[in-house]
């Protein structure tokens, strides 16, 4: 089955700093998202990469897919307190109909 | 754009009663829709995928008899948690592909939050 590696677990940066999270598959991926979540709440969709060596960017935020498309990255730019939440890469386990297998998650908190 | 509601938000219930969320899609159809469960302080796990007008397909080691899906229409399924116990406690979201629109983007409901007491 597919299995998704996300590290760090948990990030705790300054505001202003840099930081960029990991998503590791042992298989190639169809396609991987990107989401943001707070704890108790519905998940944010930030981008999907489906093309080796795409990059995408939403705001401060850019996601960049490996050639092999194994490996993908997730780097914020300038962290804000608004960025701090739960960061999840998700792989489609369904050749394209959205059936999605989660990584662990990161936990990102931003001090002021 | 594309948006997917789930009812209710929350809910409080019994050990040994019934619980059914539904999953909506509110304009668009979805002949597909996903389920998931989130424990606290984990990560979202596939439960099963309901399928319009015919059975789910459920994940390994999720209990179909615990937990029933019921696709009946093009824009809702409901997800039926019977005889719940509260190992069953979790966050549950659907989501539902929108094969028609923008393939780059997903659509995911609020969550339902079912603690049972």
């Known amino acids: 089955s597919q299995e998704l590696e996300q590290s760090p677990q948990s990030l705790i940066v300054q505001e202003g700093k840099n930081l960029t999270i990991n998503c590791t598959s042992s298989?190639?991926?169809?396609?991987l998202y990107w989401y943001k979540q707070k704890y108790g709440e519905g998940l944010i969709f930030l981008m999907m990469l489906q093309k080796g060596g795409e990059e995408k960017s939403h705001e401060k935020i850019t996601a960049k897919l490996d050639e092999k498309k194994q490996q993908s990255s997730l780097h914020i730019t300038a962290s804000q307190p608004s960025h701090a939440g739960i960061y999840l890469c998700?792989?489609?386990?369904?050749?394209?109909?959205?059936?999605?297998?989660f990584g662990i998650g990161t936990k990102l908190q931003v001090i002021p | 754009g594309a948006v997917v509601s789930q009812h209710p938000s929350r809910v409080i219930c019994k050990s040994g009663t019934s619980v059914k969320i539904e999953c909506r899609s509110l304009?668009?159809?979805?002949?597909?829709m996903f389920w998931y469960r989130q424990f606290p302080k984990k990560s979202l796990m596939l439960m099963a995928t309901s399928n319009e007008g015919s059975k789910a397909t459920y994940e390994q080691g999720v209990e179909k008899d615990k937990f029933l899906i019921n696709h009946a229409s093009l824009t809702l399924s409901t997800l039926t948690v019977t005889s719940a116990h509260p190992e069953d406690s979790s966050f549950y979201i659907c989501?539902?592909?929108?094969?028609?629109?923008?393939?780059?983007?997903?659509?995911f409901g609020p969550g339902t939050r079912l603690t049972v007491l």
């Open positions: 998700g792989a489609d386990k369904s050749g394209g109909y959205q059936k999605v297998t």
């Open positions: 304009d668009f159809q979805a002949t597909t």
């Open positions: 298989k190639t991926l169809y396609g």
């Open positions: 989501s539902a592909p929108h094969l028609a629109g923008d393939p780059d983007t997903q659509y």
